[in-house]
């Protein structure tokens, strides 16, 4: 479903040379299944949003190919992009909902940009609503909600267009533990119910190991490792060491290979 190859991306200072700068992304490669939930974990600045964004077109690579659903994002025009970011939703850390809007009017955004008739809208928006089990929410204005309400919102938003799949830039990181639990409720429920590719960048393991199927560790602008289905289901939980001993390769695989209960 998705597929980055050799993806490199520099920054450069304004005016400086091309040879320049810094390097956020150094010919990363990664493969994500359909229907897969994929975690990318690693510390600050480590690329993590730089690799996210350059799955729906809003980062270009230096170098290095990147497809989505089949379709080469790489070589795309402006237009058809825009097209293919329809199917390709984005949830934030800090939700980016429009505020003098309802939220039935937030999660309809994308369908006026679509131009879905207004009937249409108002069925699909509720439905959603639905969904992350908001629908009584449906007039009210983003201040009013709570941070978990607020990401159910930005999800119902997200998949309201219908989306192969779903990228998260750390969507739990200004949640406390038991809304962040919610949250990572509903992303399941959105992986397994509608069968959406989900796409998980954050910086907590316990999020990364409840959630995904493989997780790839990403270090300086590199993926260090990925670690498969059965040994993302083997580490012992929770493990808050974890990232620091991948990320210094001193991991002494404190996972087993056979199952475990999450
Ligand atoms: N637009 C930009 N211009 C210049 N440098 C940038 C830009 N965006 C990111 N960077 C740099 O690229 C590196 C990777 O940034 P990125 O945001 O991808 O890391 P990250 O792993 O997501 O970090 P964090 O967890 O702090 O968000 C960082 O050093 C950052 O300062």
């Known amino acids: 479903m998705i597929s980055l190859y050799g993806v490199s991306k520099r920054y450069n200072e304004r005016g400086s040379r091309a040879d320049q700068g810094f390097e956020a992304l150094s010919s990363v490669s990664l493969e ?3 229907g897969e939930i994929h975690g990318i974990i690693g510390s600050s600045g480590a690329g993590k949003s730089t690799l996210l964004r350059m799955l729906n077109g809003l ?6 190919e990147v497809t989505v659903g089949g379709q080469q ?8 992009l825009r097209q293919a970011r329809r199917s390709i939703g984005m949830i934030f850390q800090h939700f ?8 039935i009017g937030n999660v309809c955004m994308p369908l006026e940009l679509a131009g879905v008739s207004r009937s249409e809208r108002e069925e699909r928006g509720l439905e959603v609503l639905r969904f992350v089990g908001l629908e009584d929410k449906a007039k009210q204005y983003p201040a009013q909600l709570s941070g978990g309400q607020k990401q159910r919102v930005a999800i119902a938003r997200a998949i309201a267009s219908r989306p192969d799949v779903l990228l998260c830039d750390e969507p739990t990181s200004s949640l406390d533990p038991q809304t962040t639990n919610g949250i990572l409720d509903v992303l399941r429920h ?15 393991m316990e999020v990364a190991r409840r959630l995904c199927h ?3 560790v990403m270090k300086e602008g590199r993926i260090v490792r990925t670690l498969t289905e059965a040994e993302v289901r083997s580490i012992p939980a929770p493990q808050p060491d974890l990232l620091t001993s991948l990320l210094t390769g001193e991991e002494a ?3 087993e290979t056979e199952d475990e209960e999450r």
């Open 96 to 103: 980016n909902l429009v505020s003098n809007r309802t939220v």
């Open 253 to 255: 695989e404190p996972w």
């Open 32 to 34: 994500v299944g359909q």
């Open 59 to 64: 980062e270009k690579p230096d170098s290095g």
């Open 214 to 216: 493989q997780i790839s």
């Open 190 to 204: 959105v992986n397994e119910t509608l069968g959406v590719t989900i796409v998980l960048v954050t910086h907590e």
């Open 73 to 80: 994002l790489t070589r795309m025009s402006e237009s058809a």
